[in-house]
């Protein structure tokens, strides 16, 4: 299962992806602005332009690899742009016809996730459940691989850091992974 939830505040967005799959639970984000799509065109172009200002030897190269005479940066980054297209440059991520929504992040973005999905925050301790490198009592104790790397729990035998240890999700963090959000997508 795998559902992804869009917010947004004012100019910027977050989508938070929630995957349950195999018992393993994992919530991840993308995080970003949003622009019109005449601001994207713009931002764009600066980009290309900027980076022709910035390497003029890239202006040169593009020059002779397609036979041009471009004598500016600004004509070398419209041709950029009408080649590959008008958000050339910019991680564009989604967009819905008036504004394009371009990433400045994305991954374990806690901190955004947070802001825009507080509700989320009590499920971060479940990210990952079948990748601790402690067995149940370390973590317990309170003993990570930073802080006791390789040392052998008392309890069980296993050697901290030695593999992964999976922490089998209870039926709340299942159920909130399954209908989270089901009105928002």
Request: charged letters at 30%.
């Amino acid at each position: 299962m795998e559902r992804k939830i869009m917010r947004r505040k004012g100019n910027e967005f977050c989508e938070l992806t929630i995957r349950l799959h195999d018992g393993r639970f994992t919530l991840s984000g993308t995080a970003g602005v949003v622009l019109t799509e005449r601001q994207g065109r713009r931002e764009a172009l600066e980009y290309w332009e900027s980076f022709f200002e910035e390497s003029p030897g890239e202006l040169i190269a593009m020059n002779e690899r397609f036979g041009r005479q471009f004598r500016t940066p600004r004509g070398a980054a419209k041709f950029v742009l009408e080649c590959d297209g008008e958000y050339h440059g910019l991680d564009v991520v989604d967009g819905d016809g008036n504004d394009v929504y371009v990433c400045h992040s994305c991954g374990q973005i806690r901190d955004e996730i947070a802001r825009f999905f507080p509700e989320a925050v009590p499920y971060f301790a479940w990210h990952l459940n079948d990748m601790r490198s402690e067995c149940e009592h370390q973590e317990a104790r309170g003993e990570t691989y930073q802080t006791h790397p390789g040392e052998v729990c008392p309890d069980c035998g296993y050697k901290l850091g030695s593999g992964w240890t999976k922490r089998e999700l209870p039926a709340e963090v299942v159920t909130w992974a399954e209908t989270f959000g089901a009105d928002e997508s």
